[in-house]
């Protein structure tokens, strides 16, 4: 990606991938036949794609404080994650369907894959410009500015005409032959146990993963991400005034 406003550096590649990747498996829970696991996984994969951000930026903090920036303003309080420990381990290894659905076609998909890559983007955005989520904060800081984090990108992404963005991973995500069973698969194997998570999972998943950052290299999306950027700064600054 492009270098942004306020001359902030750009995430790394390895770290955007990583976005991808918990972006698909959050995705991917939308062909996952079974209640709860859907949602946990999801929830799961989300939560994994803040924790790389936090560790890319080398905090060691207790992540319960900042909970509130996978679970949303409305503050869940993990109940998805209390709701799959109660759920019989055979379900989660319920077998993979052979899907025929082209992923990146699939209403929502694309909008799944962003928002988590966005939210990645937000987070590592309040880091390296603001210093907020320090090493040594409160957990009373730290909670507050989570809850600003994300609130401001609820606004943005709420606000924000990003169709160019969604239309771009839509078409790179339809490009994966056999994408979509991988992507169940891969999600299931890695967000639907209470276990650390796994990000090499090769094949077509890897692929694409590699293809949306690509996507996110285009001269039409980096116009669109610098926008977001700037809108996020925005609502930031307003929330710390």
């Known amino acids: 990606m492009a270098g942004t ?22 995705a991917a829970s939308r062909f996952i036949p079974v209640p709860l696991v859907d949602d946990a996984v999801k929830g799961r994969a989300t939560q994994y794609a803040v924790h790389r951000t936090l560790k890319a930026h080398d905090r060691t903090f207790d992540e319960d404080a900042v909970e509130v920036l996978w679970d949303g303003t409305e503050g869940t309080g993990g109940q998805w994650l209390r709701a799959i420990r109660s759920v019989p381990r055979r379900i989660l290894f319920f077998p993979v369907r052979k899907y025929v659905a082209i992923f990146g076609s699939v209403r929502g998909v694309p909008n799944d894959v962003m928002r988590v890559v966005l939210l990645g983007r937000t987070v590592n955005r309040a880091i390296a410009r603001n210093g907020w989520l320090a090493n040594g904060s409160d957990p009373k800081t730290l909670q507050g500015e989570a809850f600003r984090i994300r609130y401001a990108y609820e606004q943005v992404v709420e606000y924000q005409d990003l169709r160019l963005l969604r239309g771009a991973l839509s078409d790179g995500l339809s490009q994966g032959r056999g994408l979509t069973r991988q992507a169940v698969t891969y999600a299931r194997d890695a967000f639907a146990r209470d276990k650390e998570s796994r990000l090499e999972p090769g094949g077509e998943v890897q692929k694409s993963a590699q293809d949306v950052a690509a996507v996110l290299r285009r001269p039409e999306i980096v116009e669109e991400l610098a926008e977001y950027d700037r809108r996020i700064d925005e609502q930031l600054g307003r929330a710390h005034t």
Do not use: F
Not at 10 to 22: K, M
């Open 5 to 26: 406003t306020d001359q902030v550096a750009d995430p790394t590649r390895a770290l955007v991938v990583e976005w991808s990747l918990c972006g698909i498996a959050a």
